[in-house]
């Protein structure tokens, strides 16, 4: 009965990491509300683009009395914006942002210009990251492995709560699906989204990189330390310590295409912004 709880527990803990690193990573899309006059606008702000193509960026129809422009500029270079107006489809608003290499990166928000007392009123200003086609046979092993190893530690730091020496077995687990699929697959995905295998330490600052790295070493100390005298905070702590990585926002300090060199390094995107 204490196990099927755990594994329930174990899943619930996983999943919510899971959907709150999602929701709170720069990647995910700005919501933003504008009202002009009386009608109010509701409409997203993508925040990740694909290097082979322009990003498509909409918003709803609205009151004849405005115009909006697509104000973008390369990030973080401080140069000046380029106005791009919005064109009607028949549905809705789109304008579109120029593609940029792996790692490239535009600074952009939305102005709605009112024609009859030139007023404007401009969104927020976002980051949006451009990466390049990571081909199914990498991408789908390293998500899935990661979250079955994410799974697997939760399970085995709450066994390890409990006393249950099975806790040794899911932690070996967790360490050999982890290394596959942060340390194999992870660079490999990096690579072909990125053009950078790795950009974390001692090459840079990539967070994915090295909060990778760091639980790798917590749970390679954790299956060493319980070969031959297993000891439950061993596992603990190394479940704790993923546990608290995952809740760090994805790709906060990601690989970042400096256009003056041309090189990919690693670049900080506020997530307030």
Do not use: C
């Amino acid at each position: 009965m204490k196990k099927t709880i755990f594994w329930i527990l174990a899943v619930v803990i996983t999943l919510t990491s899971a959907y709150y690193q999602r929701k709170t990573g720069p990647n995910h899309p700005k919501n933003v509300k504008i009202t002009l006059s009386d009608e109010t606008l509701k409409f997203k702000l993508i925040r990740s683009g694909d290097s082979n193509e322009d990003l498509v960026i909409k918003i709803p129809q609205f009151d004849e009395n405005y115009q909006a422009f697509l104000n973008y500029r390369l990030f973080p270079l401080n140069e000046s914006f380029t106005a791009i107006a919005f064109i009607n489809n028949g549905e809705e608003l789109v304008a579109h942002l120029p593609k940029q290499p792996p790692a490239g990166k535009l600074e952009y928000y939305v102005s709605f210009n009112n024609l009859e007392n030139n007023s404007s009123i401009d969104t927020v200003h976002v980051v949006t990251r451009f990466k390049g086609t990571v081909p199914g046979w990498a991408l789908i092993p390293h998500v899935i492995l990661m979250f079955i190893a994410m799974l697997l530690s939760n399970l085995a730091g709450l066994f390890a709560i409990g006393k249950i020496e099975k806790h040794v077995f899911y932690g070996n687990l967790t360490f050999i699906l982890f290394l596959l699929g942060g340390m194999v697959f992870g660079p490999i995905v990096q690579l072909y989204a990125f053009g950078e295998a790795w950009t974390g330490v001692p090459f840079g600052w990539d967070l994915t990189d090295n909060k990778t790295l760091i639980a790798v070493i917590f749970w390679l100390v954790a299956v060493l330390g319980n070969r031959k005298n297993p000891k439950y905070r061993y596992t603990i702590i190394a479940s704790i310590v993923l546990l608290l990585i995952y809740l760090i926002p994805h790709s906060m300090f990601g690989s970042e295409l400096d256009y003056e060199s041309g090189k990919v390094m690693t670049g900080f995107i506020n997530l307030f912004i």
